[in-house]
């Protein structure tokens, strides 16, 4: 390693990290060793990553390098150690979707995803904690609760809440992520990292059941916008079971971040018109704002009509859940958590009329974004109603005063935005006052994802809370301007 520390390697982003690699200062082999030494410190208090692989990893590593002397052969990650969220197929490796029904199902080949990663050259070691199935709070009867690095009393959001707990300690320097109502996106904003939501069919997913839904997603998690930018170029890709997906793929996204002008127009909304939010995350997600207005731009509080968003996102949700899940169910169902079994047997008892209603509400909520992209360039709204909540709840109950009627009512912010096919980066935009990650969305334009990220690396950079992870688990970072 050239003299360089575990410490100072866990302390690089991904971009100096690769750098490093393609230079030859640092090897695939000894990168894995690297964070197995980190991991099984920083790791045992946060639970971010229970399925560990490091031997596989590192046997991957050494074929890497002997198949690829030359480092710059290896791909855009040039044999970067990346963690696979649990809901992911690895070969050779488990996936449980955190539910004692697959405990021991070990998967006979890559999915679409982690396989275009491992040939841009990931090696992937450890798979990161999820819900059972789905949700907004990582934590199951297999492993156990993840829990924040910033302050291990509390939630590290969901469902990528092991990714994103595994990036703020420093046990990953890239981690995937996928998001269906906002589990890529919450978790960046209570962990203080950057998730990305990309438009639908720029990341192949695994053999979809239903190839041609556009709520659920593949996309990258790292520490820092230039770092996320880095893993989507490493993701993108064709796939032929993801109807999505096609040929040519864009240019670069990380090449395209220093080519797009400062925007000149945004709209801001604190809860899009009709959710609660926190009187915390308003203000912290208000005073963030001051940065967009420091770079000269216009600021102006408005967001198209979401008022049939929220009954339209949970009746097309529970379709879907429902038309993936109900053999599983029939097969299973004392070994699913309730909250699941409610969600299967909404989408099967719900009428026609009503997803044919929700399917019309969709479109004409896309099309009024359509019409807002059409004079500002971003949206921009907080990206969880509330701080982190305390970890041994099950889910928030009430926000604001105001009483949830499910256990995903409470990531309405966030799914409110899936049914746009918007793309977002989500990222952190303050801290609270116990000195908590507090995170916004930026919703772009379909297709945009280019300008998005440059927009958001700006944001980012006045922020500065990048700079400051990763954290020591239970300690809390420098304070941030």
Not at 424 to 430: D, I, K, T
């Amino acid at each position: 390693m050239k003299g360089k520390t575990v410490h100072e390697l866990v302390r690089k982003t991904a971009y100096e990290v690769v750098d490093l690699l393609r230079r030859g200062d640092v090897s695939p082999v000894e990168l894995v060793k690297v964070l197995e030494e980190h991991v099984a410190t920083a790791d045992a208090d946060v639970n971010a990553l229970p399925i560990r692989f490091f031997e596989h990893a590192a046997a991957r590593a050494e074929a890497l390098a002997k198949r690829h002397p030359e480092p710059r052969e290896r791909g855009p990650l040039a044999g970067l150690p990346v963690a696979v969220k649990d809901y992911n197929d690895v070969a050779g490796q488990v996936t449980t979707f955190g539910s004692p029904i697959f405990a021991n199902a070990i998967a006979s080949q890559s999915d679409a995803m982690v396989k275009v990663l491992e040939g841009n050259g990931a090696i992937p070691y450890a798979k990161s904690n999820v819900p059972e199935f789905a949700g907004g709070h990582t934590y199951n009867t297999l492993f156990g609760p993840s829990r924040n690095p910033w302050d291990l009393t509390r939630s590290v959001g969901g469902s990528s809440g092991g990714a994103a707990a595994s990036l703020a300690a420093g046990s990953a320097w890239l981690a995937t992520g996928n998001d269906l109502g906002g589990s890529l996106r919450t978790p960046a904003g209570f962990n203080g990292v950057v998730g990305i939501r990309p438009t639908p069919g720029r990341v192949p997913r695994r053999r979809p059941a239903v190839p041609f839904d556009t709520l659920w997603v593949e996309g990258p998690m790292a520490r820092n916008v230039t770092d996320a930018a880095l893993m989507l170029d490493a993701m993108v890709g064709y796939d032929p079971h993801d109807a999505l997906t096609a040929h040519p793929q864009p240019s670069s996204f990380l090449a395209q971040l220093d080519r797009h002008e400062v925007p000149t127009r945004i709209a801001y909304s604190a809860d899009l018109g009709v959710l609660p939010v926190d009187p915390t995350v308003r203000n912290v997600a208000r005073d963030s704002l001051r940065h967009f207005v420091d770079l000269g731009i216009d600021v102006v509080d408005t967001c198209p009509d979401f008022s049939d968003a929220y009954e339209a996102f949970q009746a097309l949700r529970a379709h879907l859940i429902a038309t993936i899940h109900a053999s599983t169910l029939e097969q299973h169902r004392d070994l699913i958590k309730p909250d699941i079994v409610w969600n299967i047997e909404k989408g099967l008892g719900q009428s026609l009329s009503l997803v044919q209603w929700a399917e019309r509400a969709r479109g004409e909520l896309v099309h009024r974004m359509a019409d807002l992209f059409a004079d500002v360039d971003i949206l921009v709204v907080p990206s969880a109603p509330l701080p982190p909540f305390p970890v041994e709840w099950e889910s928030p109950r009430v926000v604001d005063g105001v009483e949830l009627d499910s256990y995903i009512d409470w990531i309405a912010i966030t799914f409110c935005i899936s049914l746009t096919g918007s793309p977002v980066v989500a990222l952190p935009c303050g801290l609270s006052s116990e000195g908590l990650p507090i995170g916004v969305q930026l919703v772009g334009r379909p297709g945009g994802e280019s300008a998005l990220l440059s927009h958001a690396r700006r944001f980012e950079a006045a922020v500065g809370i990048a700079s400051s992870l990763p954290v020591t688990p239970g300690r809390r970072a420098p304070s941030v301007r």
